[in-house]
């Protein structure tokens, strides 16, 4: 089974403030965790730039020149109480993107069977109008929406689960019934939605999970309620929304997952996508703001892609 993985070359583009969780060090914890002799198999790339015009996609027609108007000339700029943007953001949206669109090309056109992208900043939180939450950009969208205009695939599905419910992406595909997308989340937390009644157009799954409820309930939660509905919803391809702030060390959420909670998720998606889309599976990094558990979540990820 091979895996690409993709890197982010200017993660560090986009500055945030000293002490904020959503710092560049995350991507080099990302890389280091990735270092060793047992991932030599990868297939490594750089990302390119995208035309970030393809955020078009999913956002509205004012949202670039929002941002564009937000940022500053020199340093960092702030959008809202926890969101920020620099003067090199842009251009590391830019290859975030192109490292998403590069995953999604390598595994439609059969290259490789699945792909991880290693970008910052996080996407699931931007909605059709609005940055927040540390997201600039909504990529998973972007690239959910460029794999039905490129390359014709008639059901995508996005699972997500990042600690906090993805309520950008879910904005945007609420209507669709193309895009199926489910999210196992901490509640109550921030953002505070992601309710279960929050079924869109029959096509928005959310699994609810109480804070200390450990690996125990979120297995349970994807066996009885997630994994179901995908697999009922037979997608052409899954994209994965990999956030590792459930785990037990992260300071922003209380669900706490161990490394091997990532494993089986990753594992049980797998399945999934190998009856119903060719396993054919793209995993874009979200969240994840301990530096020691977002490398345990990330090894784990990676070695069941690799079918390890």
């Known amino acids: ?138 990529t998973v969208a972007i690239a959910a929406r460029e794999a039905q205009r490129k390359y014709g695939a008639e059901r995508v599905a996005i699972v997500d689960f990042d600690v906090h419910h993805g309520n950008g992406t879910q904005d945007i595909f609420k209507d669709d019934p193309s895009v199926f997308y489910a999210s196992s989340h901490q509640m109550p937390l921030y953002p505070g939605t992601g309710h279960p009644h929050d079924t869109g157009v029959g096509n928005i799954v959310n699994a609810a999970l109480p804070s200390h409820s450990g690996g125990e309930a979120m297995r349970e939660a994807y066996d009885r309620i997630i994994l179901p509905a ?38 049980k998606l797998m399945e999934v996508a190998g009856r119903r889309c060719g396993n054919r599976i793209v995993s874009l990094l979200e969240g994840g703001y301990d530096l020691k558990g977002l490398a345990g979540g990330v090894r784990q990820h990676l070695a069941t892609l690799q079918g390890r």
Request: hydrophobic content about 45%; aromatic content about 6%.
């Open 1 to 138: 089974m091979t895996t690409l993985l993709v890197s982010q070359p200017n993660f560090a583009d986009h500055a945030t403030p000293q002490g904020h969780p959503e710092r560049a060090d995350r991507i080099r914890a990302v890389e280091e965790a990735l270092a060793g002799p047992e991932f030599a198999g990868l297939l490594r790339r750089n990302a390119p730039y995208a035309d970030l015009m393809l955020a078009e996609l999913v956002h509205d027609g004012a949202y670039l020149g929002r941002l564009r108007d937000a940022r500053p000339a020199e340093g960092i700029g702030q959008l809202d109480a926890d969101t920020y943007i620099s003067d090199g953001s842009m251009d590391a949206i830019a290859t975030g993107l192109g490292g998403a669109l590069m995953g999604l090309d390598a595994v439609l056109l059969g290259e490789v069977e699945n792909a991880f992208c290693a970008i910052r900043p996080p996407g699931h939180h931007a909605e059709i109008s609005t940055p927040m939450g540390f997201c600039l950009i909504n």
């Open 230 to 267: 995908l697999d009922n919803f037979a997608p052409d391809l899954l994209l994965i929304s990999a956030g590792f702030d459930a785990h037990i060390r992260d300071p922003l959420a209380q669900l706490e997952w161990v490394d091997e909670d990532f494993r089986w998720v990753t594992g």
